[in-house]
C-alpha cells in the first residue's frame, strides 16, 4: 500500500511562491502517474495537476503559474507554485496508485 507524505505549505503573501514535495513509499513510484489536488474544507476538491512520466498536465486555473516535476531516484514530485493568489488557499495534497496524503495547508494572504 503506497504511503504518500506531502510537505512545504505555509503562508505566502499573494504573488509569492512556495514548492510543495510529496514523498512515497513504493519503489514503483517511477512508473506511477502522481497527481495533486486541493481542498477547501466543505468543498469538494479540486484536481490541480497531474505527472506521468514526461507528460505533465494541469487545470486552467493553475496553468502557466504551477510546474511538476518529479525525482523519481528520490520518490518524490514537486509542485512548484508560483504568483500565488488568495485563491489558491487550500490543503493540498498528491494522490497515487489510490491512496492520498494527509496533505499541506497553503495560505495565500497578506
Known amino acids: 500500500q503506497m504511503q504518500l507524505v506531502e510537505s512545504g505549505g505555509g503562508l505566502v503573501q499573494p504573488g509569492g511562491s512556495l514548492i510543495l514535495s510529496c514523498v512515497g513509499s513504493?519503489?514503483?513510484?517511477?512508473?506511477?502517474?502522481m497527481a495533486w489536488y486541493r481542498q477547501i474544507p466543505g468543498n469538494e476538491r479540486e484536481w490541480v495537476a497531474t505527472?506521468?512520466?514526461?507528460?505533465?498536465l494541469f487545470a486552467d486555473s493553475v496553468k502557466g503559474r504551477f510546474t511538476i516535476s518529479r525525482d523519481d531516484a528520490k520518490n518524490t514530485v514537486f509542485l512548484q507554485m508560483n504568483n500565488l493568489k488568495p485563491e489558491d488557499t487550500a490543503v493540498y495534497f498528491c494522490?497515487?496508485?489510490?491512496?492520498r496524503g494527509q496533505g499541506t495547508q497553503v495560505t495565500v494572504s497578506r
Open positions: 494522490i497515487s496508485s489510490g491512496e
Open positions: 505527472s506521468q512520466g514526461t507528460v505533465s
Open positions: 513504493e519503489n514503483t513510484f517511477k512508473t506511477l502517474s
